[in-house]
């Protein structure tokens, strides 16, 4: 995006103000200045909470696709498409497949939504270019989570990433 500005200035009204009028000098001429600025254009990624849980989970359950991650763009000057991928669950050499885990745009209250998967995928969702009245646009993307029955007890941990693409 180019940004181009025209200055004017007033011979006559400088003239005026150091009161060369006084001696008799008159002018009665103008000019003009230009100057330009080039804007880059730019978005930026922060992700809130930077990690979140889903508590205790038991083998054959669901958690409903209701846990919160905000993405918002502080700072950038267009809009953005949210990408996500992720990495399969683990807890030392047991595992859960990336695909247990769903997002959606919105809450909700069982387990649906997309499958997560290993590649970085669309979205769908927009978090629009900020404005003076809206600085910081976000949006917002729901995780849920399906236990497979039989799955080994233990902590098991998940890397989320989200990208903002233009």
């Known amino acids: ?15 005026a103000a150091l009161g060369m009028a006084a001696f008799g000098l008159v002018f009665a001429s103008s000019g003009t200045v230009s100057a330009s600025a080039s804007v880059s254009n730019s978005v930026y990624v922060s992700a809130a909470p930077s990690s979140n849980t889903f ?3 038991y083998p054959g359950s669901t958690y409903d696709t209701n846990v919160l991650f905000v993405d918002t763009d502080n700072g950038g000057n267009i809009e953005s498409n949210i990408m996500i991928s992720g990495a399969g669950w683990t807890f030392g050499s047991n595992s859960i497949g990336v695909s247990n885990t769903l997002w959606s745009g919105a809450s909700q209250s069982s387990y649906t939504g997309t499958a997560l998967t290993g590649t970085l995928a669309a979205t769908g969702l927009i978090i629009p270019g900020a404005t003076f009245s809206a600085p910081s646009p976000s ?3 729901y995780f849920g989570l399906g236990i497979p029955a039989g799955t080994a007890g233990g902590s098991y941990t998940q890397t989320i990433t989200i990208e903002n693409s233009c």
């Open 1 to 15: 995006m180019k940004v181009s500005l025209v200055l004017s200035v007033s011979i006559t009204a400088i003239i």
């Open 55 to 57: 508590g205790n989970v």
């Open 139 to 141: 949006n917002s993307i």
